[in-house]
């Protein structure tokens, strides 16, 4: 992500269904972790996934870009954030951070990619904030996270997971020769793969 890009996300001054403001703090406040691993969570199990960003203060609907200290900020290493969220997660969430600065603070980002197989569920329990056997979701109608509230909302998530193992078994066919794809189709694939990983 730009150094433009990301001071245009905090310019928006409010969340979306892909983009969600996490509170200043340093990783081993569990409370904080907890609502990082549940956005991370439905985030996952959004078709292109999304981004958490921390050190955004938000209070009734009033963000406050104040950013993390540094002491906070040390907390915040990839290797703990992904064995944490690990805990929480089945399958596993696959995402990237970085440290990002605007006006003199730091924030830490988090893209979460889409999940690869099938959608991420919780697997374990954390007081108030996650339920084992929880399947979190970004709700198309308020940038929130939340348990799948809607008969639509599953079948989204149902088509989502559907499309990436017809994908696969595709694949799988051609490569086993039982499909000839022509080349032209096979070329415009790969290429749409790849740009559609370069985006994430």
């Known amino acids: 992500m730009t150094d433009q890009e990301f001071a245009a996300i905090l310019a928006l001054g409010h969340e979306t269904n892909g983009i ?12 904080l972790f907890a609502q990082v691993v549940r956005t991370a969570l439905a985030m996952a199990n959004r ?20 950013g993390l200290g540094e002491n906070d900020l040390s907390t915040w290493r990839y ?3 992904a064995a944490g969220i690990a805990v929480y997660a089945d399958p596993s969430v696959d995402f990237d951070m970085e440290v990002k600065e605007y006006n003199g603070n730091k924030y830490v980002v988090l893209r979460v990619k889409e999940f690869a197989d099938i959608p991420v569920l919780c697997k374990q329990d954390y007081q108030g904030v996650l339920r084992q056997g929880a ?13 799948i509230p809607t008969q639509t909302d599953m079948r989204d998530l149902l088509d989502l997971a559907t499309e990436k193992k017809l994908r696969q078994e595709l694949v799988r066919l051609q490569r086993v020769g039982v499909i000839v ?6 070329a415009a694939t790969q290429q749409f793969e790849q740009r559609r990983s370069d985006l994430q």
Do not use: M, W
Not at 137 to 146: D, W
Not at 181 to 186: D, G, I, N, S, T
């Open 181 to 186: 794809l022509p080349a032209a189709h096979v």
């Open 79 to 81: 290797d703990d954030v």
């Open 135 to 147: 399947c979190y979701v970004r709700s198309p109608r308020k940038p929130e996270t939340s348990e």
């Open 47 to 66: 078709r292109a996934g999304g981004l958490i960003i921390i050190g955004v203060a938000d209070s009734e609907g009033a963000v406050n870009a104040v």
């Open 20 to 31: 969600e403001f996490k509170g200043p703090g340093s990783r081993s406040n569990r409370q």
